[in-house]
T-cell receptor, first 108, second 112 residues
Framework: KNEVEQSPQNLTAQEGEFITINCSYS?????LHWLQQHPGGGIVSLFM???GKKKHGRLIATINIQEKHSSLHITASHPRDSAVYIC??????????FGQGTRLTINP | DAGVTQSPTHLIKTRGQQVTLRCSPK?????VSWYQQALGQGPQFIFQ???????QRGNFPDRFSGHQFPNYSSELNVNALLLGDSALYLC???????????FGSGTRLTVV
């Protein structure tokens, strides 16, 4: 079993829908990252969380440390949100452990 | 303020050759981590450099080596390339080892 599990692996939705991507992890962590990767490779860091909730524009990220679970929400989704969303955790120091990613496709 | 810069962006090499990938960290960051991302997979940790030393290493053979320079920039070297080394190589910098990562756009290496 991977240390970081994301669900769903693939998600297709219509423009305007509310999107939720889930991340569960099995190790103690000091922080959790949500990352976005577009075709072509570049990774953009969306959020770094150690507790609670963060919001940036249409993106909201939450984390429940006790349940070892985090969610990324996208409100009013748009085709430009289509990308792979990756959850990565920091179990202590030094190296990120990545989930497999969720491929999101938003159709117009 | 420039983020993380990686070069080259794309590279094609032949089996058995050697390759060097380069990374300039974000200004103010002193820690550089390298990751390998195979097609359709999540990134896998290769190693991390801090104060010009390798702090931690992932499960990669000795063919993968690195270096960090006094200006915090870093190189990833891969010797005796195999077809399976074809991947996107990502560099991430941070101001310390506890997060705040900034990622580069990656170098896509193709081994033929």
């Amino acid at each position: 079993k991977n240390e970081v599990e994301q669900s769903p692996q693939n998600l297709t939705a219509q423009e305007g829908e509310f999107i939720t991507i889930n991340c569960s992890y099995s190790v103690g962590i000091s922080a959790l990252h949500w990352l976005q990767q577009h075709p072509g490779g570049g990774i953009v860091s969306l959020f770094m969380l150690s507790s609670g909730k963060k919001k940036h524009g249409r993106l909201i990220a939450t984390i429940n440390i006790q349940e070892k679970h985090s969610s990324l929400h996208i409100t009013a989704s748009h085709p430009r949100d289509s990308a792979v969303y990756i959850c990565a955790v920091l179990p202590g120091a030094q190296k990120l452990v990545f989930g497999q990613g969720t491929r999101l496709t938003i159709n117009p | 303020d420039a983020g993380v810069t990686q070069s080259p962006t794309h590279l094609i090499k032949t089996r058995g050759q050697q390759v060097t990938l380069r990374c300039s960290p974000k200004s103010g960051h002193d820690t550089v981590s390298w990751y390998q991302q195979a097609l359709g997979q999540g990134p896998q940790f290769i190693f991390q450099y801090y104060e010009e030393e390798e702090r931690q290493r992932g499960n990669f053979p000795d063919r993968f080596s690195g270096h960090q320079f006094p200006n915090y920039s870093s190189e990833l070297n891969v010797n005796a390339l195999l077809l399976g080394d074809s991947a996107l190589y990502l560099c991430a910098s941070s101001p310390d080892t506890f997060g705040g990562y900034t990622f580069g756009s990656g170098t896509r290496l193709t081994v033929v």
